[in-house]
């Protein structure tokens, strides 16, 4: 599997160097002072690539929908030579998306600061930000995004949106809003805007409440400063939600699981060549022996199955929910010389009983299906409900009541 690898991010490399050279060229630069002439080209490439350069010929000299432009070419032969790999988890992400992407993993952005998801074909407000753009203008949670800047959103995929709605702080977008039958509009002014992803709150009946939203490269810092505040206050269990949450950073998800597990394996990284890398917890975290359930979803993926998984595996708390997702292998990420970036799958990942769960996810403990509606009150969450049920069989405690307020 090694070969293949390297002929993989060789083919991307020499992608985007022959798009590049050939612009160059044909723009009349002195290829041979960029260190681009032709002899830096290995033998085995020249020959791999006669094919692609004839068509590419082709296409710049006989399309009759002329210019071409060669950047899109660049990018379409990127994204094709990955897509053959049939993994769609190894892809191509343009600069736009590679930078906010990169953002997104630092925990903050530049745009109006507003959760957004697809709800039956409408792109629609989860909530804003607390302190964010979108929030002081007044968009509210269930307002459907309709356009931006005059242009109509409803075909667009939420990546796309998010794209054209995101942009550099102390510029502005204009929003046309749906709320409810009522049509309405927003200048919002677009900031630097701190994406938070960890909450924690104290239900009734002294249970702590831990939400993670992902696992970025700032949330180990978020969730000890969080742990600390629920621990004070001396809880009788410990819910952990981990539902819809999409994961992020390995070494995150491992950092985050040191503080429930006392010294053990937490995942096995297993790479293509039968190499295999073991990740461990040690014996400091400071919730290794509070009572714990641990909510999961279909929306629970890569990382959150790798601490949720660690969590089961390691007998240390009960599982709610629904199967996870399962995603189970592990991406590298690469910056490429245009800004734009490649994330290339290097491994699986096994939990601690060496369990694959890329396709089949983790099955919950104790099943409970997501509610049809999503539930506006903590009474109406029927897995919350379940998770709280689980804690008072756990601690005999029949003082862990099952309501409460969710951050």
């Known amino acids: 599997m090694k070969r293949p690898l390297s002929i993989v991010l060789f083919l991307t ?10 612009w160059l060229g044909y723009a009349n630069w002195p290829l041979t002072a960029l260190g681009l002439a032709q002899s830096n080209i290995p033998a085995e490439a020249q020959a791999v ?4 350069w004839e068509a590419w010929n082709l296409v710049d000299e006989q399309y009759f929908d002329q210019p071409v432009e060669p950047n899109t070419l660049m990018q379409g032969a990127i994204e094709g030579m990955l897509a053959t790999l049939g993994d769609q988890n190894t892809r191509y992400l343009p600069p736009a998306l590679e930078e906010s992407a990169r953002q997104s993993m ?3 952005i530049q745009g109006i600061g507003v959760l957004v998801e697809m709800v039956e074909g409408q792109i629609t407000v989860v909530s804003p930000f607390e302190g964010s753009p979108a929030e002081r203008a007044g968009i509210r949670p269930g307002d459907v995004l309709l356009e931006a800047d005059g242009v109509n959103l409803a075909e667009m995929d939420l990546s796309a949106a998010a794209e054209l709605i995101r942009g550099p702080a102390g510029t502005t977008v204009n929003l046309l809003v749906l709320r409810g039958e009522e049509t309405l509009e927003f200048e919002v002014t677009r900031d630097v805007v701190q994406i938070p ?4 709150e104290i239900l009734e009946g002294d249970v702590a409440y831990l939400r993670l939203s992902r696992f ?10 969080t742990l600390d505040y629920l621990l004070a206050q001396n809880p009788q269990g410990m819910i952990l939600d981990l539902r819809n949450n999409p994961g992020g950073g390995l070494e995150s998800s491992v950092d985050i699981a040191d503080q429930f597990l006392d010294e053990g394996v937490v995942l096995v990284e297993r790479f ?9 917890s040690t014996d400091s975290g400071i919730a290794e022996e509070i009572p714990l359930v641990v909510l999961i979803n279909e929306g629970s993926a890569s990382a959150s199955e790798v601490l949720a ?12 929910g629904e199967t996870s997702f399962g995603k189970g292998t592990v991406q590298t990420w690469h910056v490429l010389s245009n800004g734009g970036g490649v994330r290339i799958t290097t491994a699986r990942w096994l939990t601690p009983d060496g369990v694959w769960v890329d396709e089949d996810g983790l099955t919950p403990d104790v099943v409970v299906p997501s509610p049809e509606v999503q539930p506006e009150q ?3 969450d029927t897995q919350l409900q379940a998770a709280i049920e689980q804690l008072r069989e756990m601690t005999g405690d029949t003082a862990v009541q099952s309501s409460g307020a969710i951050p």
């Open 13 to 22: 490399y020499s992608a985007v160097l022959f798009a590049v050279a050939y």
């Open 197 to 200: 992803s960890v909450r924690g």
């Open 272 to 280: 293509g060549t039968g190499r295999e890398r073991v990740f461990r």
């Open 378 to 380: 903590p009474a109406d």
């Open 106 to 108: 630092e925990g903050e």
């Open 49 to 52: 690539f006669d094919p692609f």
């Open 309 to 320: 998984g660690a969590i089961r595996d390691r007998d240390r708390g009960t599982l709610v």
């Open 216 to 225: 970025g490269n700032r949330t180990p810092e978020e969730l000890q400063a």
